[in-house]
T-cell receptor, first 113, second 114 residues
C-alpha cells in the first residue's frame, strides 16, 4: 500500500528565505508526483507535476525534484513571500485506474514579515 | 479560479441522513474525480467518473455513490451518514482520464455530521 509522508508538518520562516519541503513515498511504481497548494478551507491548486521519467520541474520561484529510486521529492521555494503562506501537499499518481492520487498530510508554511 | 464549482459550500446533517453534493466541471472537461479531506489530513480518493461511467474507486463503502450527467457535471451521494463522514469534499475535473492529466479542483463542500 502506497504511503506518502511530508516533513516537516509545519514551518515558519522570515520573508526572503529560501526553503525546502520534503515528501517521501513507499512504492516507486508511480506515474507522476505532483505538488499542490491549499489555502485554508479552500480547494487545491496544482503547482508542479513531475512525470516518472523526469527528474525536476520549475515554475517561477518553485522547483520540484523527483528521485523515484529513493522515493523522495523536494519542493524548493526561492525568496519566500508572505503570499506563499499556505499548506503544501504532495501526491503520487498510482496504478489502479481513475488518475488516483495518494496524498501526504501536507506541510503548513507560514512566511512572516 | 479553476472553473470548477461545487455546491453547497457548507452543509450540516445529522447521523443517518442522506446528502447529495454537486460539482460542475471546467468547460471542455469530461472527467470528474471526488476526494474526501478530513481535518488535518490529505485528501483521499473516493472515485472518478469518465463519460458518465465510474472509472476507478478508492477504499470507500458502497453508501458513497456518484453520478455523472451528459454535460459532465457530477453528484456525490452519501447514505446513512456517520460522524466520521464530516470532512471537506473536493471535486476535481480533468480534460481526459489518461495518466499525467492535470486536475483542477473546486473549493469544496464542508460537510458536518452531528
Amino acid at each position: 500500500k502506497q504511503e506518502v509522508t511530508q516533513i516537516p508538518a509545519a514551518l515558519s520562516v522570515p520573508e526572503g528565505e529560501n526553503l525546502v519541503l520534503n515528501c517521501s513515498f513507499t512504492d516507486s511504481a508511480i506515474y507522476n508526483l505532483q505538488w499542490f497548494r491549499q489555502d485554508p478551507g479552500k480547494g487545491l491548486t496544482s503547482l508542479l507535476l513531475i512525470q516518472s521519467s523526469q527528474r525536476e520541474q520549475t515554475s517561477g520561484r518553485l522547483n520540484a525534484s523527483l528521485d523515484k529510486s529513493s522515493g523522495r521529492s523536494t519542493l524548493y521555494i526561492a525568496a519566500s513571500q508572505p503570499g506563499d503562506s499556505a499548506t503544501y501537499l504532495c501526491a503520487v499518481e498510482v496504478p489502479g485506474g481513475g488518475n488516483k492520487l495518494t496524498f501526504g498530510t501536507g506541510t503548513q508554511l507560514k512566511v512572516e514579515l | 479560479e479553476t472553473g470548477v464549482t461545487q455546491s453547497p459550500t457548507h452543509l450540516i446533517k445529522t447521523r443517518g441522513q442522506q446528502v447529495t453534493l454537486r460539482c460542475s466541471s471546467q468547460s471542455g472537461h469530461n472527467t470528474v474525480s471526488w476526494y474526501q479531506q478530513a481535518l488535518g489530513q490529505g485528501p483521499q480518493f473516493i472515485f472518478q467518473y469518465y463519460r458518465e461511467e465510474e472509472n476507478g474507486r478508492g477504499n470507500f463503502p458502497p453508501r458513497f455513490s456518484g453520478l455523472q450527467f451528459p454535460n459532465y457535471s457530477s453528484e456525490l451521494n452519501v447514505n446513512a451518514l456517520e460522524l466520521d463522514d464530516s470532512a471537506l469534499y473536493l471535486c476535481a475535473s480533468s480534460l481526459e482520464t489518461g495518466t499525467n492529466e492535470k486536475l483542477f479542483f473546486g473549493s469544496g463542500t464542508q460537510l458536518s455530521v452531528l
